[in-house]
Nanobody, 132 residues
Framework: QLQLVESGGGLVQPGGSLTLSCTASGFTLDYYGVGWFRQAPGKEREGVSCISSDDGSTFYAPSVTGRFTISRDNAKNTVYLQMNNLRPEDTAVYYC?????????????????????????WGQGTQVTVSS
């Protein structure tokens, strides 16, 4: 069974840090582009960050640039999202997703929205709550 599992969520105070993990089973994640998304209650899902499968290029939403870092550990078949200086507006369920396509070479690839791609696999999500 092909599966993605997120972990590492929890309750943290404003200004604190948290690291999320996205671990794959049934496939090798280093061949996939991986994205992190989040969805707050009553709001639409939004892209947070993504990392490519070939050269490891990374991208971030303006709201998290300078605070969040995405990275990949192929030996552990895992992608991480390190979150620093957390704010209450970061509260959401965080999801990871994987796409096997060479998306950067596709005519549908948009340089202005590099994380917008047809992800095939999604995890169940992990809750992040930022509150004092």
């Amino acid at each position: 069974q092909l599966q993605l599992v997120e972990s590492g969520g929890g309750l943290v105070q404003p200004g604190g840090s948290l690291t999320l993990s996205c671990t794959a089973s049934g496939f090798t994640l280093d061949y996939y582009g991986v994205g992190w998304f989040r969805q707050a209650p009553g709001k639409e899902r939004e892209g947070v960050s993504c990392i490519s499968s070939d050269d490891g290029s990374t991208f971030y939403a303006p709201s998290v640039t300078g605070r969040f870092t995405i990275s990949r550990d192929n030996a552990k078949n895992t992608v991480y999202l390190q979150m620093n200086n957390l704010r209450p507006e970061d509260t959401a369920v965080y999801y990871c997703a994987a796409d096997p396509r060479d998306w950067e070479s596709s005519p549908l690839f948009q340089h202005s929205l590099p994380c917008l791609r047809p992800y095939d696999y999604w995890g169940q999500g992990t809750q992040v709550t930022v509150s004092s």
